[in-house]
């Protein structure tokens, strides 16, 4: 026979849209629960690792220190203790006063912030569609 009726094993289509209209919602809802949970987990794991590096920074700034004294000691034995202190002071002041010529001159590079290429572009799309010159 060319007439099909639903078996017992079938549900009609009205049903099945029924359910499935039913059925996306908490499907949906389940993978943001899973996703929020997976973000969670993610994030207590990058805190520890971000809490390790700024230990890490930490102690390495103080290593820096002891660095900085031994080179003062080193210096007072040719020199007096003092004026010791002052040539590696001066050193480390140059060596500051670079960085932040250097910091300067690329954040002065990187202003203004907005992408100005991105909104000539832009600019350039809407005039071309509005019909104006490109």
Not at 35 to 51: I, M, N, P, R, Y
């Amino acid at each position: 026979m060319t007439d099909r009726t639903p078996s017992s094993s079938e549900e009609p289509l009205g049903a099945l849209v029924h359910r499935l209209t039913e059925q996306v919602p908490q499907l949906i809802r389940s993978e943001l629960r899973l996703a929020q949970a997976e973000l969670t987990e993610k994030g207590k794991k990058a805190g520890l690792g971000l809490g390790a590096f700024g230990a890490a920074g930490l102690i390495a700034l103080y290593g820096l220190g002891a660095l900085i004294a031994g080179l003062i000691l080193l210096l007072a034995l040719v020199l007096p203790a003092w004026a010791s202190a002052l040539i590696v002071a001066g050193v480390l002041f140059v060596i500051a006063a670079i960085a932040a010529v250097v910091g300067r001159r690329e954040v002065q590079q990187a202003t203004p912030v907005a992408p100005e290429r991105a909104v000539a572009g832009v600019k350039e799309d809407v005039a071309t569609i509005k019909g104006g010159h490109s």
